[in-house]
């Protein structure tokens, strides 16, 4: 995702194995999806890095000098592909965790409203 139109995901490393039956969808989407998908992102730097006796996995580094690491262990090449759109396209924060469901600078004295409240 652009974030003031700047891509936010700067490099996108795909990891696989030679031999192993769990990067076979990888294998595959390098041969026939990877180029299309090189030539429709020029903003990223696609690298890919041969890791023997290990599990596949795509990770992500983002502008703000954050990683996410997806495993894509025994994927399809479509799977594939859509891990690394759904990586092109986040804008590598970290997930954080609201203490409330309701967020206000100046919360209610009487309580939040909800729909079983009986008048």
């Known amino acids: ?3 003031r139109g700047v891509w936010q995901l700067k490099k996108l490393v795909v990891s696989y194995c030679n ?3 769990s990067s076979r969808g990888v294998r595959e ?3 026939s999806k ?3 998908f090189k030539e429709s992102n020029p903003q990223l730097e ?3 890095k041969h890791i023997g006796g290990q599990h596949p996995h795509l990770e992500g580094i983002y502008r703000n000098k954050n990683e996410r690491t997806v495993c ?3 994927m399809t090449p479509e799977e594939v592909l859509e891990c690394a759109t759904k990586l092109r396209n986040s804008l590598g924060r ?3 965790k609201l203490k409330t469901r309701h967020v206000t600078k100046h919360p209610s004295v009487q309580g939040t409203w909800t729909t079983a409240l009986k008048l």
């Open 1 to 3: 995702m652009s974030q």
């Open 46 to 48: 696609v690298e890919t």
């Open 19 to 21: 031999w192993g039956g």
């Open 94 to 96: 970290k997930v954080v």
């Open 72 to 74: 894509v262990r025994n």
């Open 29 to 31: 989407f390098m041969e």
């Open 34 to 36: 990877l180029p299309a």
